[in-house]
């Protein structure tokens, strides 16, 4: 399906001329992107294509200089990024979720109460707090960290600090996840692990991912854009877009690692 066929009620998240210019550099040209929803897209390109701009565009980490973003058909454009995460448009680690001297339940206990719009009462009695345990707990399984769930953030593996950390964002309910390099740094048992825990989440949410792993990319997404210059240089299938002379020649041109 290409960006001009998908049905507007399939798609969740669209952008439309989206544009980036800093200080007379054009970073992202013109970018129009449509996200299915209930897929896992991903949006790749070599070094310096612009898909890190484009992404904190998309997350509202950064204005666009032009173009519009849409969220289920609602313009997003000028929101921050907080009122979208409530609307259900959540950055994975933007919340740098991970307090390392706490438990990974009190981890996920504080993503519960921000979501709740309480305040962060370390102080609230211990009665008030349990309240939350429960669902704290599914989360926990839901990345597979039951068995850590008394363990002190900051002693755990760096895949399983990530795993905490997608933890606390499903905290927050999000219809839709936005992974920022979620492989980055890791070994090869964490990046089997983490690919794992995203195709299980992605059950029943949409997932934007922007990632250098091309064997992830490969067995995760539904969909990929790649992006060259800051602009779209091909969609489609990993199996589309992999034999694409255009993306070939621009990820050995940019001598990709």
């Known amino acids: 399906m290409t960006t001009q066929t998908a049905s507007a009620a399939d798609v969740i998240l669209s952008a439309r001329g989206l544009s980036k210019r800093f200080a007379g550099f054009v970073a992202v040209n013109g970018v129009d992107l449509d996200v299915q929803r209930g897929s896992i897209h991903a949006l790749i390109g070599p070094n ?26 609602r313009d997003i454009t ?37 979501r709740r719009g309480d305040s962060f009462d370390f102080w609230r009695s211990q009665t008030v707090l349990h309240q939350l345990d429960a669902e704290a707990m599914e989360r926990i399984d839901e990345v597979g960290l039951s068995s850590f769930t008394n363990e002190t953030a900051g002693e755990l593996s760096y895949g399983r600090k990530r795993a ?7 905290a927050l309910e999000p219809e839709m996840l936005l ?3 979620p492989m980055a740094g890791m070994a090869q048992e964490d990046v089997a ?5 995203i195709r299980k989440i992605s059950a029943n949410r949409t997932i934007l991912m922007v990632e250098h792993n091309l064997s992830v990319v490969a067995d995760l997404s539904d969909r990929i854009t790649v992006l060259a210059r ?13 034999k694409d002379p255009r993306v070939i020649e621009a990820y050995i041109g940019a001598g990709h690692e």
């Open 48 to 73: 310096g294509a612009g898909k890190t701009t484009c992404f904190n565009l998309l997350t509202k980490f950064l204005q666009p200089s032009a173009g519009t973003i849409t969220l289920n058909g």
């Open 78 to 114: 000028r929101m921050p990024a907080a009122d979208i995460a409530r609307l259900g448009l959540v950055r994975s680690f933007q919340i740098s979720a991970v307090f390392p001297k706490l438990s990974v339940l009190e981890n996920v206990r504080i993503a519960l109460q921000r």
């Open 164 to 170: 905490l950390e997608i933890a606390t964002t499903l």
């Open 179 to 181: 992974l920022d390099e």
């Open 193 to 197: 692990r983490i690919s794992a825990l």
């Open 230 to 242: 800051g602009q779209v240089l091909s969609e489609g299938s990993y199996e589309v877009v992999s």
